[in-house]
């Protein structure tokens, strides 16, 4: 009912920066929360930064200062800035959405995934 198509990774080198992007599209009514996660080979995923509708936001402590997320609700689209990236950081970047759907007068609320997208920093 819904697909989130990220885009936006690829190679930098350590202290570079990306922007990801993640647009969200099918039977939607509204979006909530809207957030990154990363998975690093051989590790668990993690949470990066999420998104309120209102615009609240909240990082984990690691990309404070160096990363920016933000939301275009006319697009459904959210964006992560990532500066001064670190070897460490390379990971598949996943895009997670909360959001209602409708198939004619029902709602449902349900989290999507997207794909993920690769980010890789060279050092």
């Known amino acids: 009912q819904v697909q989130l198509v990220e885009s936006g990774g690829g190679l930098v080198q350590a202290g570079g920066s990306l922007t990801l992007s993640c647009a969200a599209s099918g039977r939607i009514l509204s979006i909530q929360n809207m957030g990154w996660y990363r998975q690093a080979p051989g590790k668990q995923r993690e949470s990066v930064a999420h998104?309120?509708?209102?615009?609240?936001?909240i990082y984990v402590d690691s990309v404070k200062g160096r990363f920016t997320i933000s939301r275009d609700n006319a697009k459904n689209t959210v964006y992560l800035r990532m500066n001064s990236l670190k070897p460490e950081e390379t990971a598949v970047y996943y895009c997670?959405?909360?959001?209602?759907?409708?198939?004619?007068?029902?709602?449902?609320?349900?989290?999507?995934w997207g794909q993920g997208t690769q980010v890789t920093v060279s050092s």
């Open positions: 998104i309120t509708s209102g615009g609240s936001t």
């Open positions: 997670n959405s909360r959001v209602t759907t409708y198939i004619g007068t029902s709602r449902a609320e349900s989290v999507y």
